[in-house]
């Protein structure tokens, strides 16, 4: 266990932490103090109220120079206006006795009374990122001398549809500089991005504190597929006595819909869903009525649940298992919460299962495998990622004329051609001709006939 002192910090930041009366770095501040300080690329994996804000910007300012110059160095982009207020707080806790420039911009609010303010010059600035694009584009801000950029929450910026505003801000930074990012859980999106964009991003996580894994009885059951999984959730969700208060986790947007649908049919006003494609009133409506118990069952994406305060979860159901193994960990750490027993309950396909015992591995224990209830009817029914592929580049009976892979006949109503408007072929049909109607060269033609 390391102390404040270990990080050999300035005497000032040193004050204003026996100020606070933090007495010694949580977990996180200890892990990424070091790698922050290297300069390197890195990513923290770390829940809100873990400390996270301080674990970047403690090294952030113990390395922030005095400057009297205009444009800001350390650029902190946040997903939502309250955040960056919460990060702005948490700055000037630490800086009661540094005297650094902070900043804060965010939407919604008059921009030019932020102009007027980034016009006195910044050191540190704290930003959404669409309001932060607006800035620079009308030039009320330069971000050439960017040398640090966090990105926090990256999980919810990227799940809130912003990896379009961050890319545009990408091109506006300077090439060198550090890439800082904070994240509750690792997605496939934040993957992308880092191999998008950064170089040897060093990785450190915590495990989720506060939930000892010993209160919460861990099972998992090897399912063929995704419609099997939805048949096993319908079958063991029947019991209403033994899941009472239900947490779904479900990988993403699409799934989300397709379970809670399903879910809908057999169990209609116990169900709820969550995910950022609803509107904040529909997911806080579900989230009360989960919580006062109308719903018994809260399908949700990882990134939905983030900083929710559920109580007395019975079950965590990991619909998919998690690549990141850290996830996992995140899910059930919902249920088991103060000295209360919980279960959760992981379904894995055999390609899930090298995810399994990843998260085997960080946990050292095995999770108690279940079979498979004879009752629940395997589904032959396959999503399009399940769908087999069939690859043979090799293959020396491959007729050389025979249709490519992706031929297949058309079916019976894609096999019509389009013959333009069909009133026009009914009058054809009836009168044996074309003919129109409201055609004034026509009727001319038809009037001088008949005189
Ligand atoms: P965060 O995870 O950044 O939202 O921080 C959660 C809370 O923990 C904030 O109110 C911080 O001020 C507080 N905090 C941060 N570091 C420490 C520490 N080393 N000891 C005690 N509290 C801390």
């Known amino acids: 266990m390391s102390s404040f002192e270990d990080f050999k910090i300035s005497k000032q930041l040193g004050y204003a932490i026996e100020d606070l009366g933090f007495e010694k770095p949580t977990p996180i501040q200890e892990k990424a103090f070091p790698v922050v300080m290297s300069g390197k690329d890195v990513i923290g994996i770390a829940q809100t109220g873990t400390g996270k804000t301080f674990a970047y910007m403690l090294p952030i300012l113990q390395q922030l120079t005095f400057s009297k110059q205009k444009n800001p160095r350390v650029l902190i982009m946040v997903p939502t206006r309250e955040l960056v207020v919460q990060v702005l707080e948490e700055i000037e806790k630490f800086s009661k006795y540094l005297n650094n420039r902070v900043e804060g911009v965010y939407g919604g609010t008059n921009i030019n009374r932020q102009k007027e303010a980034l016009a006195q010059g910044t050191d540190i600035l704290v930003a959404t990122p669409g309001r932060l694009y607006d800035l620079v584009i009308s030039r009320a801000v330069s971000l050439k001398s960017i040398k640090k950029l ?50 040897g991003t060093e990785k450190v996580s915590v495990a989720v504190s506060g939930t000892p894994l010993e209160n919460i009885e861990q099972v998992c059951y090897a399912v063929p597929n995704f419609f099997t999984k939805i048949n096993l959730l319908q079958h063991l969700l029947k019991d209403k006595e033994a899941y009472k208060k239900v947490l779904v986790f479900v990988p993403n947007k699409k799934s989300a819909d397709i379970i809670f649908d399903a879910l809908s049919e057999s169990f209609t006003e116990d169900v709820c869903v969550i995910h950022s ?15 006062e118990g109308v719903h018994r069952i809260l399908v949700t994406t990882d990134v939905m649940s983030r900083g929710l305060d559920l109580t007395k979860i019975s079950h965590v159901f990991n619909f998919d298992t998690p690549s990141f193994p850290e996830n996992y960990m995140h899910r059930i750490g919902r249920t088991g919460r103060a000295e209360e027993k919980g279960s959760s309950v992981l379904l894995y396909t055999e390609k899930e299962q090298p995810a399994k015992e990843a998260i085997e591995e960080l946990m050292k224990m095995e999770i108690t495998e279940k079979t498979l209830p004879e009752e629940v009817e395997i589904s032959k029914k396959l999503t399009a990622e399940e769908q087999p592929r069939i690859i043979e580049p090799d293959n020396p009976h491959k007729r050389v004329d025979a249709p490519g892979p992706s031929f297949h006949e058309k079916k019976e109503k894609n096999k019509k051609t389009n013959q333009g408007g069909s009133y026009r072929r009914e009058l054809a049909k009836k009168y044996k001709k074309p003919k129109t109607r409201g055609d004034k060269n026509y009727n001319r033609r038809n009037k001088n006939k008949k005189r």
Do not use: C, H, W
């Not at 550090?178 to 999106?189: G, K």
């Not at 880092?194 to 170089?199: N, P, Q």
């Not at 997911?283 to 989960?290: A, T, Y």
């Open 277 to 291: 494609n609803k509107t904040q009133n529909y997911r806080l409506r579900s989230i009360e009525q989960f919580e």
């Open 150 to 199: 966090v990105i926090d929450e990256v999980d919810v910026m990227l799940d809130l549809g912003f990896r379009f505003q961050l890319n545009n801000i990408f091109e506006l930074l300077p090439e060198r500089r550090q890439n800082i990012m904070f994240s509750a859980t690792m997605t496939d999106d934040i993957e992308n991005l880092i191999l998008d964009f950064f170089r």
